[in-house]
């Protein structure tokens, strides 16, 4: 099917391409052609999504996350999505049931795990924060962003070795692709644990 005499597969390109330039409010307007052309592209209705979230229409992102899911609700991409616009806007709650949700479909999904983590985190269950960030960890021990929001949850416990484990984890991933400013801050944040848990000794 096409619109306009473009394919969906084209105007997705057209919007993408208009995102990376800033384009947002264009790329939003590519992302309808494309879903004129093909009304079933979940792909489409996650990335444009995306972008409504970028732009602070969290609403309209909500939306597009929640027919995301109704065409595929086995996907994990937009229930983590539409979590991550609760977290935005500070609707924990409801952050919460969309990973829980998402979680039904696709229990072994790091990236849910995390947004779970995440909201329980802000409604300071930090315990329960901790346990679903090692769950997330389990099925992606390889995202430095994992390791770091579990050392601030176990900074928040004052359990300064374990911080500085999963800062130093975190420093070493991030050395290896090659992004050494975020290396050098995790390692330091890991030393400064280290000194913690020495005065406390």
């Not at 619109?3 to 330039?21: I, M, N, P, Y």
């Not at 264009?26 to 996650?46: F, G």
């Not at 991933?173 to 330091?188: P, V, Y």
Request: with cysteine; aromatic share 8%; proline share 2%.
């Amino acid at each position: 099917m096409s619109f306009e005499g473009q394919t969906s597969e084209q105007w997705l390109a057209s919007a993408r391409s208009l995102r990376q330039k800033g384009q947002n409010k264009k790329s939003i307007e590519a992302y309808q052609k494309a879903l004129k052309a093909d009304p079933s592209s979940v792909v489409a209705m996650n990335e444009m999504g995306l972008v409504h979230v970028h732009v602070g229409e969290q609403n309209e992102a909500i939306r597009a996350f929640e027919k995301a899911i109704s065409l595929a609700p086995n996907d994990a991409e937009g229930y983590a999505n539409k979590a991550e616009a609760y977290l935005t806007v500070g609707s924990f709650d409801d952050a919460l049931k969309t990973a829980e949700e998402g979680l039904k479909h696709a229990p072994t999904n790091a990236t849910l795990w995390a947004r779970k983590a995440r909201a329980l985190e802000s409604l300071l269950r930090i315990q329960d924060a901790v346990d679903c960030y090692n769950e997330a960890l389990k099925y992606n021990s390889a995202d430095p962003g994992i390791w770091k929001a579990l050392a601030l949850c176990l900074d928040a416990q004052e359990k300064w070795t374990e911080v500085a484990r999963a800062y130093r984890i975190a420093a070493n991933l991030h050395k290896k692709r090659g992004e050494l400013q975020d290396a050098e801050s995790c390692f330091k944040f890991a030393q400064m644990a280290e000194d913690s848990s020495e005065s406390m000794a």
